[in-house]
């Protein structure tokens, strides 16, 4: 199982560095890796696209994986 500081996480945010929603789509995670590619494609046309490049390498990096209960 994946967690916060995997060898996943990195190889996720390493693939979010070089394109923003990359490391979320690695992860199995469709909407957030959409979101932060509309996101960030959508924020480099006005010049602020780093910001959520660097939020995509930043979520990739620190997600947990999902809960197990009991």
């Known amino acids: 199982m994946s967690?916060?500081?995997s060898s996943g996480n990195v190889i996720a945010a390493v693939c979010s560095f070089?394109?923003?929603?990359?490391?979320?789509?690695?992860?199995g995670r469709l909407l957030p890796a959409f979101l932060f590619f509309v996101a960030g494609i959508a924020a480099w046309v006005?010049?602020?696209?780093?910001?959520f490049h660097i939020w995509s390498v930043i979520d990739a990096a620190l997600w947990k994986g999902p809960s197990t209960l009991g």
Not at 18 to 27: A, T
Not at 46 to 51: A, E, K, N, P, S
Request: proline share 5%; hydrophobic share 55%; net charge neutral.
């Open 46 to 51: 006005v010049l602020l696209g780093w910001v």
């Open 18 to 27: 070089f394109i923003p929603g990359l490391g979320q789509l690695v992860q």
């Open 3 to 5: 967690g916060q500081g």
